[in-house]
Structure formats: C-alpha cells, structure tokens
C-alpha cells in the first residue's frame, strides 16, 4: 500500500480556519489565534488529554438528531429515525440518542452489548448483519430487541429456531438491494446487485425470500430494510429505491395476499468533508424520501407503511474531529510536504482505505491563512500510512496542534491497535466544558488479554 502520486496543481487557498463553512462542527469560533469548539480551547484539550484524541462538539451532536426526528415527523408522522451505531459507538452517544428519541441500529453482539449496559430499550433496537452468529442471535432474541434485519436463507432459520426454543415470534424485515445505483465511492454501495447485502430481486430471488419468510414458524415478516450506499450527495437514488420497494411491497400484496406495513429505506446521506462540498440538507433529504414514499403508495392505492431511516455519518461526522502534535516534518522538493503527527491509520483509517479528503488547520494559528500543501502521514510502519493527502494547511512547526475536522464517524468505531498504539480517548465539549466519555487505552489494555 502506497500513497497516490501527489497533487503538484494545488496551491494553498489563504482561508483560515473559519472560512471552512460546512466541515465545522456549528460552535466552532476562534479566540487568540486558538481554536476553540463548545467554548474549550482545543490547543490547550491536546495539552491535557494527550494526542491523537476523539472531540465531539456535543451540542452540535444533539441539534443534527433533533433535526433528523423534527424533519420527518414534521413530513411522516409515523416514521422513526435510526442511529446507524456503526459510525461512532460508545455509551456516552447511545444515551444522547434515547434522550432525542432515536431508535438503534446495532451490527453485531458488540454494539447490542453497548446499548444493553446503558439500559437502552431493546425493542428500539434493530438489529443487522450479513452473518450474525447463532451466538449473536440467541443475545439479540433472549434480549428482546425490537427487529431482526434477516439478510439470508440460512440466517431465516437460524432466527426462526432460536426464536422457538424461546416460545417467541421474532419480528424480522427482510434485506433487499434493489439494484439502485448511488454515486459514491465503489467500496461504500451496498444497493446494487453485485452484494453480499441481502436478497436480489434479480431471478425472484427476493420475492421466494418473502414467500418462506411468509411461511417460517416463529417469525413475524413486518417490513423490508434496504440500504443503497454510503456519502451520497444526489437525492434521486433515494426516490428511486423508495418507488422500487414500495412496488415491490404491492407485488408482495399481489403475490402472497400480504400487505406489509413497515419500509426502512437505510441511511446514506453524504456531509461535507470538504469546504466546497455540498451535501443535500436533512431537511431536503426528509422531503425526497417521505415525498417518494407517498407518491409510490397513492400510485398503487398501497396503505402508507411506518418509514424508518438509518442516519449515521450525517448525525457525527462533522460533529467530530481529531486533534494530533506535529512530531516531523520533511520537504521533498517538487514531490509533497511530509507533516507527521502521533496518529495515523491506526485512529483514521480512511485515507488508506478510500483515500478521504479531510480539511486540516493547525490550532494553535486558527487565524493564519493556509500556506503550505501538505501531507499528514501517520506514524505507522506503512507507505500508505496518511490522514490527509495534499492539502493546504498553515506553516507547520514541530509540537504544533493540528485539527482534522470531520473525524466524527468510522473513525473511532474503525480504530485499530496497528504497532501497539492505543487508541485515543474520546473527549465531548459543551458550554466550555470538556468531559472525558471514554478514556485512552493504556498498554496495560493492549496485552490485558494476553495469557
């Protein structure tokens, strides 16, 4: 793994760190020269809490879940919002978002135990994967958690027979793709057909699926979830899943004499990680998808199903980011600007995956135009090792605090122990409070396992 060749055409653009409009998390403000975020001088958070760290703009976090449940039960009053736990977890959000009235997605028995132990109710849960364990679902069932996501044949059975030796009827929705094409990154579409996401509706597939769940002891068959991919910006590919799925409920209807009465049409929503990105608002994402919905369903005379939707990246990421200390930095002339702070790939591994964009600034010059191209690479024992690739940031010095925006989602939840670094803590900011929500891990942690 390799860095892509650099961006000799780009040239430093004189913004500060204000003039970044839509990655700033909403109290970002500057004072001194430093960044401050919640009312807290996130120069002097590095200096106390150590780097890399996770900050969370709290108050940020809390108006984006407010606005998701205002807007669609503004447009659709029975629908429900669902936090897509994937993109950041840990008991301190899982609180924030029975407190706005979310319910939860988890992935797997880890994310379900996170939400267990903070006493979130388990019938709000909704519970997903490709290849739950039987282990995964005798904890999901035995906990009462609200729906199933059934994404096999294999997997029907294994719900429907645990769900027996409990004497319950477990409530499933069906995983389809149905074969919507989103524009965003090949790695992150899920709604095609060539996925190991849930049932086709190429062949019938789908349609056979819904008939054996139809048939299948001990499992009640409420709704259909599908889910066409990860930061989209275009909103058309959200009407259009919508229209397929409500025609393919009418086709249920036709088919088995089965009227469905629930359609979870999944997350997607893109946000800014660039200051001259454009996202679609929640507002006007609410407004695509209810209008879709309602549309397609008076054109087939279909009853209106209860919508759900599953946010996560458009509810944290921009709410977060990372600080880190410069350690290095190399000049490679006529080839890039090597700036290496203490994290890397090991807390952010995006860039190598995808090769994300984020906007840096260094904090303590918050007020200085950006006058250098660089690359942050991390600290790693890897090529590919970088958590920004070419981008303009101030004139950089070592022991400097640079800030990462838009970190808040699959950053922390995809964090790893890569050459024995701890993971960072987790800081919430608020009203010029900064309260530690998970602490960093120490090496003590790292080998607590080792027998």
Do not use: W
């Amino acid at each position: 793994m390799s860095l892509p060749a650099s961006d000799l055409t780009k040239a430093p653009d004189q913004r500060t760190a204000m003039d970044l409009g839509p990655v700033l998390p909403e109290t970002a403000e500057v004072r001194d020269g430093h960044l401050f975020v919640g009312g807290v001088d996130l120069v002097e958070l590095a200096r106390e809490q150590g780097t890399a760290l996770y900050v969370f703009d709290e108050a940020h976090l809390r108006h984006r879940m407010e606005a998701y449940v205002d807007a669609f039960h503004g447009l659709y009053p029975e629908s429900d919002v669902i936090y897509a736990s994937k993109a950041f977890l840990n008991k301190a959000v899982v609180r924030i978002a029975h407190e706005k009235g979310l319910c939860l997605d988890v992935s797997g028995g880890g994310e379900l135990a996170c939400a267990l132990s903070v006493g979130y109710p388990a019938d709000r849960v909704f519970m997903h994967g490709n290849n739950k364990t039987p282990r995964e679902l005798e904890e999901a069932i035995s906990a009462g958690v609200g729906r199933i996501v059934v994404d096999s044949f294999d997997e029907l059975a294994r719900v429907s027979r645990i769900a027996g030796e409990h004497g319950i009827v477990q409530e499933i929705y069906l995983r389809i793709t149905p074969g919507v094409e989103a524009d965003t990154h090949e790695y992150i579409k899920t709604g095609c057909e060539d996925s190991k996401f849930g049932f086709t509706m190429k062949d019938d597939l789908a349609l056979r699926a819904v008939g054996r769940a139809l048939e299948t002891p001990h499992v009640h068959l409420a709704g259909l979830h599908c889910h066409i991919g990860s930061q989209i910006f275009k909103l058309d590919p959200f009407a259009e899943a919508a229209a397929v799925m409500v025609g393919f409920m009418d086709r249920i209807r036709s088919e088995y004499g089965a009227t469905l009465s629930e359609l979870d049409l999944g997350g997607g929503l893109g946000i800014a990680y660039l200051a001259d990105d454009e996202p679609a608002s929640i507002q006007e994402f609410a407004q695509m998808t209810c209008g879709a919905v309602k549309d397609a369903c008076e054109a087939r005379d279909f009853p209106l199903p209860r919508l759900l939707v599953e946010p996560g990246r458009s509810l944290v990421a921009n709410a977060g980011m990372t600080l880190y200390t410069v350690g290095t930095i190399k000049e490679l002339p006529g080839i890039r600007t090597f700036v290496a702070i203490d994290g890397g790939m090991s807390d952010n591994i995006r860039t190598a995956l995808y090769h994300a964009d984020y906007e840096p600034v260094i904090a303590n010059k918050a007020d200085q135009p950006r006058t250098q191209i660089v690359t942050l690479c991390g600290k790693h024992c890897e090529s590919g090792d970088a958590v920004v690739l070419d981008m303009p940031l101030q004139e950089a010095e070592v022991d400097d605090i640079v800030c990462v925006f838009g970190t808040g989602a699959y950053n922390q939840t995809m964090a790893s122990n890569y050459n024995g670094q701890p993971r960072p803590g987790v800081v919430f900011v608020c009203d010029g409070q900064a309260k530690l929500v998970t602490r960093r891990e120490t090496y003590e942690d790292l080998y607590a396992r080792d027998l």
